[in-house]
Structure formats: C-alpha cells, structure tokens
C-alpha cells in the first residue's frame, strides 16, 4: 500500500518549506501588528485607529493594513501552492519565495505610514501569484489532455 509521500514528487518538500516560510513571516507581520497596538495604544477589538486615538493614528493603520492585505491573500498563494506544487513543485517553490520577498518589501513599505511605500518592490508580489496560477492553468491542462489520451485508448 502506497503513503502520501510515495505519491508525492520528491520536490514536494520545497513547497511544505515554502508554506512554512509564509507561515513564520506572517508571525512576524503579527508581532509588529501587535507592538504597534502598544506604541499607539489602539486595543482590541479596535480594527483601525482614528483622528482621536493621536497623531500617528495613520501609521498603525498602514501596520494593521499591510498585514491584514497579507491575509486576505494568503488562501489564494496556499491554494496555488499546494496544487500547483503536485505537479510543478520547484517551480511553485521559486514562485512562492520570489512572493515572499516581495510580500516582505509590501508589509515593511506600507508600515512605514507611507502607503505608496509598499509599491517599489512589493508590487511583483501579483507577478509571482501570476506565475503560481500560470503553473496551476498548465496543471489542469495537463490532466484534462492526459486523461483524455487515456480514456481514448481504453475505447480502441
């Protein structure tokens, strides 16, 4: 009887590590959320600070908005990872860390209370996605031409 790893490409490995990554980035992106709840003195359950919790209201919402982006994007980058790594794992791998990256250089520019800051580099975090969904799309084209091949020699 066959395991998942003996199902799994080798490379698959890169992908797991690649998702951990993320995983530990976005523990980061939580700590500085969290100082910035301190130093501006914005508490819980408060989303985003206003006009009249003080002067650098802004730069913790640009804080708690870089990482919250983060957030909103994470089940597309997990989803293309892990299904587009079944076929392709290295290259998801390099797709992954090149999002990574620049996903780093997005939260650390918008954190800095400049918003357009997040922008120089952390705009190539869509090209990597762009990238992830074009091995997934080539994926799912390969199972579909495969399975037809398939299905047409079982019918000869």
């Known amino acids: 009887m066959l395991g998942i790893v003996d199902v799994l490409p080798n490379e698959y490995g890169y992908v797991i590590l690649t998702i951990v990554a993320y995983c530990l980035f976005n523990g980061y992106m939580q700590i500085l959320v969290l100082r910035a709840r301190k130093k501006y003195n914005v508490p819980y359950p408060i989303m985003y600070a206003t006009e009249t919790d003080g002067k650098d209201y802004k730069i913790f919402n640009c804080v708690q908005r870089g990482h919250q982006n983060s957030?909103?994007?994470?089940?597309?980058?997990?989803?293309?990872?892990?299904?587009?790594?079944?076929?392709?794992?290295?290259?998801?791998?390099?797709?992954?860390?090149?999002?990574?990256?620049?996903?780093?250089?997005?939260?650390?520019?918008?954190?800095?209370?400049?918003?357009?800051?997040?922008?120089?580099?952390?705009?190539?975090?869509?090209?990597?996605?762009?990238?992830?969904?074009?091995?997934?799309?080539?994926?799912?084209?390969?199972?579909?031409?495969?399975?037809?091949?398939?299905?047409?020699?079982?019918?000869?």
């Not at 392709?88 to 800051?117: E, L, Q």
């Open 71 to 156: 957030l909103e994007a994470l089940p597309i980058f997990f989803t293309l990872m892990i299904l587009g790594g079944l076929k392709h794992p290295v290259a998801c791998s390099v797709f992954g860390v090149a999002y990574i990256i620049s996903r780093y250089f997005y939260f650390t520019g918008y954190a800095s209370g400049d918003p357009k800051g997040r922008l120089p580099i952390g705009k190539y975090n869509n090209l990597a996605i762009l990238g992830l969904v074009i091995v997934n799309i080539w994926f799912g084209i390969s199972l579909l031409v495969t399975y037809k091949v398939a299905v047409s020699f079982t019918h000869v």
